[in-house]
């Protein structure tokens, strides 16, 4: 187990791979795994790719952190002593999202397990939108029974006001009930075909 | 397009830019502080999530200056906002006032984000990376904002005779306010010069500008503009804010070895 977060330890890189030493970086859990070191760089980011699609949002636990767009890259690095080691740059959703401080404990636990040490940090630029989410994901959103947000290219105001479909019965004539809901992502709304009361995934 | 400087400020500029992130990150978090005692005392449940959320992302924002803040000077947000006495915040008195009635809490909330509509975009172009991403990122969510507060003006000021009364007292008391929010910090000029505040001389009018286009459309008339002084050092501790730091940082000063919650 990782300890717990601690608050304030993990200030955030505002921008990645920008080489300067900033305060409070995560560090690589443990020294490099000696292991590691030989095997190839690009295998071990296609691993941990491959192992990030298995780490949910919490609060969105049908789509995983890749899906979701949290995850912005990942590469092959030196680690502190040498060896290989991966850094992984991950991106809020919404900056206040509480689960964001899971989701990056969550991202080490899944790339340590892989034998490698690595590094995980924060980039708030370029900032996450919700059309950074896949089909896929949206897909299992709705089959959670949570309606998805509509691409938008920019133009979020827009995507606002369009008709959001009942992920129930699909219907398109839904009424907004509160513009907040019971995270910073979403909103609350009714049905009017068959009553239901859902949440949408707002666009951001 | 401006040319982002790949070296941290230094010296006096650098410690302009502690200054102004100080301001920057207090009122974020003494706003939210004073949306989050709404958590559970709202008029309706729907307004009670959405005050709770208006205050989370606020504190969050705050979180975001504060760590743009322990990029220049090693400081600890935590122990920015939980440790630090009341003479060393750099809030205004427009979020350090009490919540009042809803009406106050929404005519506040609307001006802020008026505010936050016009200096995040600024900031967004500075050309201090950290300082601009943390800008941009604030700003697509403040969309939120401005909307839901929005709303809130226009049903009150042209709601019933009750409502439209005391979002006009709100105001009275509110809009005179704008003016220290809106005044510059001592050392702002010094950053304003060497362009890591973009259009920033520009920012008083265009807010004022921009509230009052929507305070019109409610038929709310806040009056003369008002007064911005050349300065706010922020540094004379109102009674409003001792009080609400007391409350904010009890749980904190209460066991100040913790670390974990």
């Known amino acids: 187990m990782r300890p717990s ?23 690589a859990p443990g020294a490099d795994a000696s292991g590691a070191s030989a095997r190839d760089g690009s295998a071990l980011v296609a691993a941990a790719w491959e192992a990030l ?3 949910a949002d919490p609060e969105l636990p049908a789509v995983n952190v890749v899906e979701l767009g949290v995850v912005r890259s990942v590469r092959a690095v030196e680690g502190a002593s040498g060896g290989t080691a991966l850094e992984v740059v991950i991106t809020p959703t919404f900056s206040a999202c509480p689960a964001l401080h899971v989701i990056e404990a969550s991202v080490a636990d899944a790339v340590s397990a892989l034998g490698v040490a690595v590094r995980v940090v924060t980039a708030l630029s370029p900032p996450w939108t919700s059309d950074d989410m896949t089909d896929a994901a949206r897909e299992k959103l ?19 006001e369009a008709p959001v479909r009942c992920p129930r019965c699909d219907h398109p004539d839904t009424r907004l009930r509160n513009a907040f809901g019971s995270t910073l992502c979403r909103e609350i709304r009714t049905c009017r075909a068959c009553g239901e009361t859902f949440e949408r995934f707002k666009p951001l | ?21 100080t ?3 207090d009122d974020e978090l003494l706003l939210g502080h004073r949306d989050s005692e709404w958590t559970s005392h709202g008029p309706l449940l729907e307004e009670d999530i959405a005050i709770s959320n208006l205050a989370q992302d606020e504190i969050g924002h705050a979180v975001l200056w504060y760590e743009v803040r322990a990029r220049l000077d090693g400081s600890d947000p935590d122990d920015l906002a939980f440790h630090r006495d009341p003479e060393g915040f750099r809030s205004c008195l427009l979020v350090e006032m009490p ?16 505010y936050e509509a016009e200096a995040l975009p600024r900031l967004a172009r500075s ?4 300082l601009a991403e943390a800008a941009a990122k604030a700003h697509r969510e403040e969309l939120f904002h401005l909307r839901h507060a929005g709303l809130w003006v226009r049903r009150l000021g042209l709601g019933t005779e009750e409502s439209r009364s005391r979002a006009l007292a709100a105001l009275g008391v509110l809009w005179p306010e704008v003016g220290g929010l809106l005044a510059p910090l001592p050392t702002d000029a010094d950053l304003v010069a060497a362009g890591y505040l973009p259009d920033w001389e520009a920012l008083p009018g265009a807010v004022v500008a921009r509230a009052r286009a929507a305070l019109g459309a409610a038929d709310l008339d806040p009056g003369r503009d008002p007064v911005v002084p050349a300065v706010n050092a922020r540094d004379r501790v109102s009674p409003q804010r001792a009080e609400l730091l007391a409350t904010l940082q009890s749980v904190a000063r209460a066991d100040p070895e913790a670390v974990v919650w």
Not at chain 1, 5 to 27: F, Y
Not at chain 1, 151 to 160: K, N
Not at chain 2, 3 to 20: C, K, Q, S
Request: charged residues 20%; contains cysteine; hydrophobic residues 45%.
């Open chain 2, 23 to 25: 301001a920057l990150a």
């Open chain 1, 5 to 27: 977060h601690v608050p304030g330890a993990a200030a955030r890189a505002a921008s990645a791979g920008q080489g300067e030493d900033v305060p409070g970086r995560r560090a």
């Open chain 2, 127 to 130: 050309p201090y990376p950290p």
């Open chain 1, 142 to 160: 709705r089959a959670f029974g949570i309606a998805p947000p509509a691409r938008h290219g920019g133009l979020v105001e827009i995507a606002l």
């Open chain 1, 53 to 55: 699609r298995g780490v």
């Open chain 2, 99 to 114: 919540r009042g009635d809803w009406a106050f809490t929404m005519l506040r909330q609307f001006l802020f984000d008026c």
């Open chain 2, 1 to 21: 397009m401006t040319t982002a400087l790949e070296t941290p400020p230094t010296g006096t500029l650098r410690d302009a830019l502690v200054a102004r992130l």
